[in-house]
């Protein structure tokens, strides 16, 4: 089994507690940042990596929503989610490297604690930037490389099981990249040791 398959599959059996493990680590690390980042949506808009749709509730209710994932089991929960909260949106498996769309087709995309687990997150963003339509924005959400050495260095570490075994990264930060996809950075935060940084960039 190739490293992609077997990491698909990985996510597939995860989402069955995926939701409990994200509210604690919301709880604890990432505070209200879902809420941030899913309030400053508008207009026609796409979640790359939507998961288990744990942000669907967030999204105003006058946006037109897309969400695509990798993942059958992530979608099929998120699919329920969006049943149960009577919230339309276009739920489609998708990957971030080569998203299906044509160019300049969204207002504002939306990627929240995912770009650390897809494979080339230079390519995925720059797949973002691609949809995007002039003046849109990009709101992103991860876990970035710590401002503390220390914690740096158990970061190093724990990559070495996460990336084989699920292809989770906790050294990138996205910001390094926004520039050179002509996109310019209008809001951005950073905390919790420097571990978590949300930022809005527009085209």
């Not at 597939?12 to 980042?37: C, H, I, P, T, V």
């Amino acid at each position: 089994m190739t490293r992609p398959a077997r990491w698909n599959r990985y996510w597939d059996g995860k989402s069955q507690n995926y939701d409990r493990e994200m509210q604690f680590l919301d709880r604890k690390l990432f505070g209200d940042s879902r809420a941030w980042a899913c309030g400053q949506a508008t207009g026609d808009v796409l979640e790359v990596a939507v998961g288990t749709g744990l942000n669907l509730a967030l999204y105003p209710a006058e946006v037109t929503l897309t969400g695509i994932d990798l993942s059958d089991g992530m979608l099929d929960i998120a699919r329920e989610r969006a049943t149960t909260l009577g919230h339309p949106v276009t739920l489609r498996r998708g990957n971030a490297h080569d998203l299906p769309f044509d160019a300049e087709s969204f207002d504002t995309v939306v990627c929240t604690l995912g770009l650390c687990a897809i494979p080339d997150d230079g390519k995925a963003l720059a797949e973002m930037a691609r949809v995007l339509r002039p003046g849109g924005r990009l709101i992103l959400l991860d876990h970035v490389a710590s401002t503390s050495r220390v914690v740096r260095g158990l970061q190093w570490l724990t990559e070495k099981v996460t990336v084989p075994m699920a292809g989770e990264h906790f050294l990138r930060r996205p910001l390094t990249r926004i520039a050179a996809l002509g996109l310019t950075v209008e809001q951005r935060e950073r905390f919790k040791l420097g571990l978590v940084e949300r930022l809005v960039a527009r085209k």
